[in-house]
């Protein structure tokens, strides 16, 4: 599954994403998810809880995808 989410301002942290989507239950299970190595941002593994996402950028957590666009 594709998510489609507008970035307001000029970045969302990564456990806020997670969150926001519905990809992760809550802002712990998104810290869980990024240290268990399942999150990857454009390609590569992502490691930091807080990493600032901006639009262009893509994310895949488990089998599932958000692509980052501008509000």
Known sequence: ???????RGDYIPLDQLLKATGLCASGGAAHAA?????????GDVETRKRAKLRAG?????????VELSAE
Do not use: L, N, P, Y
């Not at 990024?34 to 454009?42: F, L, M, P, T």
């Open 34 to 42: 990024v240290a268990e190595g399942r999150v990857k941002v454009d």
């Open 57 to 65: 950028q893509r994310v895949e957590i488990d089998g599932d995808s």
């Open 1 to 7: 599954m594709t998510i489609h989410f507008a970035v």
